[in-house]
């Protein structure tokens, strides 16, 4: 099946520092990658759409200056936490889906990242 | 996309199927049924999709009723390494589509 290879696993940092999350799906083109966070013993939550060479898609409540996203390739999204404070800790996670065709592009399955841990001190 | 509602929380003896419920009763005729689950601190994982036949592959079994209001996920030997949230997700295939998961059913697994 497809692979989506996310790093680091887990990052510690300090506040007011950046850092920085790779997503690359190792054997297909991604046209779309999806950002999410999620925070212990609660679901997914939507943070942001990643669109191959646009700007990427935020969710309502999700501050665009703070949360950085690139998406330059078919095969690489990057998630930057800028200024990073202890509230932003929390469990990071992104998918892809496959690119299929252009007339039926579909996201027909998701394939994710093992996610990243971000602890703030 | 159509909601979905699940129980919060299940468990299975090791060695038996494990059988987890998912109701859509708005789902629409285009709209298929989703399942993936998420083992604790990684990402989730795909599990299976249909639209209203039954589905079977190497992880599972998605039983969809011929209304097409619910859905159950057949895991037929459960063991520890199942013991995993279950989301259940309805959407339509094709198009531009934002996923969004639910609480899902948490299903621990015993020996």
């Known amino acids: 099946g497809a692979v989506v290879s996310q790093h680091p696993s887990w990052v510690i940092c300090k506040s007011g520092t950046s850092v920085k999350i790779e997503c690359r799906s190792l054997d297909f083109q991604a046209t779309t990658m999806f950002w999410y966070r999620q925070f212990p013993k609660q679901s997914l939550m939507l943070m942001a759409t990643?669109?191959?060479?646009?700007?990427?898609?935020?969710e309502q409540g999700v501050e665009k200056d703070k949360f950085l996203i690139n998406h330059a390739s078919l095969t690489l999204s990057t998630l930057t936490v800028t200024s990073a404070h202890p509230e932003d800790s929390s469990f990071y996670i992104c998918?892809?889906?496959?690119?299929?065709?252009?007339?039926?592009?579909?996201?027909?399955?998701?394939?994710f990242g093992s996610g990243t841990q971000l602890s703030v001190l | 996309d159509a909601k979905t509602t699940q129980p919060t929380s299940m468990d299975c003896a090791e060695g038996r199927a494990a059988n987890l419920p998912c109701n859509h009763s708005t789902i629409s005729g285009n709209e298929y049924v989703y399942w993936y689950r998420q083992i604790h601190s990684q990402g989730p994982q795909y599990i299976i999709h249909g639209l209203k036949n039954n589905e079977t592959n190497e992880m599972a079994s998605l039983i969809i009723t011929e209304d097409r209001k619910s859905s159950t996920l057949i895991l037929p030997h459960a063991t520890l390494r199942d013991t995993a949230v279950y989301y259940c997700?309805?959407?339509?295939?094709?198009?531009?589509?934002?996923?969004?998961f639910g609480r899902g059913t948490s299903l621990i697994v015993h020996p």
């Open positions: 998918s892809a889906s496959i690119y299929r065709d252009p007339y039926y592009a579909t996201n027909e399955k998701l394939f």
């Open positions: 990643s669109n191959e060479g646009s700007k990427a898609t935020y």
């Open positions: 997700i309805v959407r339509e295939a094709g198009g531009s589509y934002i996923p969004t």
